[in-house]
């Protein structure tokens, strides 16, 4: 696989299904140190006065379409913070992903927007290897706000070690010859180290596949993928497991995700419905 296809593939767990495309391309273009914020779509995604759109780093926010608890909340402190003032930019390993979007910490009026919303309970840890940074600040601005239980630390959603980020239950092309195209993603939202050993995954049938040994760091994301392939369990890269199933597990128009621990608790659940015919 090529550095460029690759970087594509990789980064894309960054992204949105609703976020607005880059309508240029921006993938080698220089990357910014500083910028005005121009504008602020969700609490993670900011446009630049160069109009490079930045994906935040460290902090995953919730989503405004479909509308999730507290997402409003998240774009106005970001807004709040950053709208129109100028940004220090602050880059990984990789600076673009494969749409042409910053891949930055920022910094604003001297604070670390990531840290700000994590605080304000508005968003949760999210890292995406490689990443050099010591989560440190990063984990301990989550527990205050989860103790607090402010923001989405109030909600259900929240209560679990694990919280859904993305649900593409609807595979590209004919689902029965694309199986792996079938994926959720799922962040160890607690402050410690999990072992998915023992947790299950159900759709709304009743099918339910058991988890494997694998070890997932605090704020890193676990990617569920409905067919077959070779576990990855490295947390120096996207950490990945494989369902087994020969055919779909979704259901195209409707179906819900349910992750249990071991003890049988609800971790997390995420529906995912399509309106209108379905699709050919």
Same mark, same amino acid.
């Not at 299904?17 to 309508?23: F, G, K, M, Q, R």
């Not at 494989?242 to 249990?260: E, F, K, M, V």
């Given at each position: 696989?090529?550095?460029?296809?690759?970087?594509?593939?990789?980064? #894309?767990?960054?992204?949105?299904?609703?976020?607005?495309?880059?309508?240029?391309?921006?993938?080698?273009?220089?990357?910014?140190?500083?910028?005005?914020?121009?504008?602020?779509?969700?609490?993670?995604?900011?446009?630049?006065?160069?109009?490079?759109?930045?994906?935040?780093?460290?902090?995953?926010?919730?989503?405004?379409?479909?509308?999730?608890?507290?997402?409003?909340?998240?774009?106005?402190?970001?807004?709040?913070?950053?709208?129109?003032?100028?940004?220090?930019?602050?880059?990984?390993?990789?600076?673009?992903? #494969?749409?042409?979007?910053?891949?930055?910490?920022?910094?604003?009026?001297?604070?670390?927007?990531?840290?700000? &919303?994590? +605080?304000?309970?508005?968003?949760?840890?999210?890292?995406?290897?490689?990443?050099?940074?010591?989560?440190?600040?990063?984990?301990?601005?989550?527990?205050?706000?989860?103790?607090?239980?402010?923001?989405?630390?109030?909600?259900?959603?929240?209560?679990?070690?694990?919280?859904?980020?993305?649900?593409?239950?609807?595979?590209?092309?004919?689902?029965?010859?694309?199986?792996?195209?079938?994926?959720?993603?799922?962040?160890?939202?607690?402050?410690? &180290?999990?072992?998915?050993?023992?947790?299950?995954?159900?759709?709304?049938?009743?099918?339910?596949?058991?988890?494997?040994?694998?070890?997932v760091p605090?704020?890193?994301?676990?990617?569920?993928?409905?067919?077959? #392939?070779?576990?990855?369990?490295?947390?120096?890269?996207?950490?990945?497991?494989?369902? #087994?199933?020969? +055919?779909?597990?979704?259901?195209?128009?409707? +179906?819900?995700?349910?992750?249990? +621990?071991?003890?049988?608790?609800v971790m997390?659940?995420r529906i995912?419905?399509?309106?209108?015919?379905?699709?050919?």
């Open positions: 696989m090529s550095l460029l296809l690759f970087t594509a593939f990789f980064f #894309g767990a960054w992204a949105q299904d609703d976020e607005p495309a880059a309508t240029t391309d921006l993938t080698t273009a220089p990357a910014p140190e500083k910028a005005t914020v121009a504008s602020v779509y969700d609490g993670d995604t900011l446009t630049l006065s160069t109009g490079d759109k930045v994906r935040l780093r460290w902090v995953n926010t919730p989503e405004l379409r479909p509308a999730e608890a507290y997402g409003v909340e998240a774009r106005e402190a970001t807004k709040a913070l950053c709208l129109n003032q100028e940004a220090t930019l602050i880059y990984g390993e990789t600076k673009r992903d #494969g749409y042409g979007r910053l891949l930055a910490g920022v910094e604003c009026q001297g604070q670390d927007l990531s840290v700000h &919303l994590l +605080d304000l309970g508005l968003g949760h840890v999210f890292l995406i290897p490689p990443d050099e940074r010591d989560p440190k600040t990063l984990l301990e601005a989550q527990d205050r706000a989860r103790t607090a239980k402010r923001g989405v630390w109030s909600t259900e959603s929240y209560q679990g070690s694990f919280h859904f980020t993305s649900f593409h239950a609807n595979a590209a092309g004919d689902d029965r010859t694309n199986v792996n195209g079938e994926y959720l993603r799922a962040c160890n939202i607690s402050n410690e &180290l999990v072992d998915l050993a023992g947790y299950k995954i159900t759709n709304l049938s009743g099918r339910s596949f058991t988890l494997p040994s694998i070890l605090a704020g890193h994301t676990v990617k569920i993928i409905s067919g077959t #392939g070779e576990h990855q369990a490295s947390p120096d890269a996207q950490i990945e497991i494989y369902l #087994g199933s020969p +055919d779909p597990i979704w259901n195209n128009q409707r +179906d819900r995700a349910t992750l249990y +621990d071991r003890h049988g608790r997390d659940s995912h419905e399509t309106k209108g015919p379905p699709r050919p």
